[in-house]
């Protein structure tokens, strides 16, 4: 199956900006729906966005929505996360995660048990 490798983390100011970057490899990167999930000091994780397997169809959280763009390049087997406008509530290990199940083909899994491929994540800190 695939694996993957996430980096872009970092320290940022608020209402800075990051873009992170999610590289896959050993598999059929197209037959996988990508997503970002994000997990705070004492939060569990939670589901910030996703793309569909064309790359056609996304979703955000709705604290996210407006500020995070995600997408992914065919090519280069790789996703991204731009990450604008962001807030001290948005510092958190940020994981990318892979799901080859037909279910969540069109984006629609916002579960981190619906994703069977995880990478080892990256720390974005928002502090001033």
């Known amino acids: 199956q695939v694996q993957l490798v996430e980096s872009g983390g970092g320290l940022v100011q608020p209402g800075g900006s990051l873009r992170l970057s999610c590289a896959a490899s050993?598999?059929?990167?197209?037959?996988?729906?990508m997503a970002w999930f994000r997990q705070g000091p004492g939060k569990e994780r939670e589901f910030v966005a996703a793309v569909s397997r064309s790359g056609g169809t996304t979703r955000y959280a709705d604290s996210v929505k407006g500020r995070f763009t995600m997408s992914r390049d065919g090519a280069k087997n790789t996703v991204y996360l731009e990450m604008n406008s962001l807030d001290p509530e948005d510092t958190a290990a940020y994981y990318c995660?892979?799901?080859?199940?037909?279910?969540?083909?069109?984006?629609?899994?916002?579960?981190?048990?619906?994703?069977?491929?995880w990478g080892q994540g990256t720390q974005v800190t928002v502090s001033s």
């Open positions: 995660a892979a799901s080859s199940s037909f279910r969540c083909t069109n984006a629609g899994c916002s579960m981190p048990s619906e994703y069977n491929v």
């Open positions: 050993g598999g059929t990167f197209s037959r996988y729906t």
